[in-house]
C-alpha cells in the first residue's frame, strides 16, 4: 500500500515539474532594475508585481524584442502579460513583467 502511494506521489511530482517547465516562472525579487532598457535586463525576470502596461503596450514590446505571431496574450494574477508567438522559426511562450523583461521559454 505504501509503495503504491509513494509512486503515486512521485508520479505526480514528475508531472508538476514538467509542467512547471513549459513557462517561465516570476520572482517576487524585484531589486533590480526597475526598468529594462535594451541594453539591460533583471536576470531573475519575469518579476510579479503591479503592471501598467496596456494589452497595446505589451504586445508591442513583445513585437519590439523579435516576437511575431503573438497570440493569447493575457495578464496573470501576478501581474505578468503571458502569450505564445514565434522567433527565428521557434514557437515560444513569452512573459512580459511590468519591468518591461521579455522572457520566452
Do not use: C, H
Amino acid at each position: 500500500m505504501y509503495k503504491i502511494i509513494f509512486a503515486a506521489a512521485l508520479l505526480g511530482a514528475s508531472a508538476f515539474s514538467a509542467l512547471a517547465q513549459t513557462t517561465p516562472a516570476p520572482t517576487t525579487n524585484g531589486n533590480t532594475p526597475a526598468v529594462a532598457t535594451p541594453d539591460s535586463k533583471n536576470a531573475t525576470a519575469p518579476v510579479e508585481g503591479a503592471n501598467s502596461f496596456t494589452e497595446s503596450q505589451a504586445r508591442g514590446r513583445i513585437e519590439k524584442a523579435g516576437y511575431t505571431d503573438v497570440k493569447d496574450l493575457k495578464k496573470d494574477d501576478k501581474g505578468i502579460w503571458m502569450a505564445s508567438g514565434m522567433k527565428d522559426g521557434k514557437s515560444a511562450v513569452i512573459a512580459l513583467d511590468y519591468q518591461g523583461n521579455v522572457v520566452a521559454k
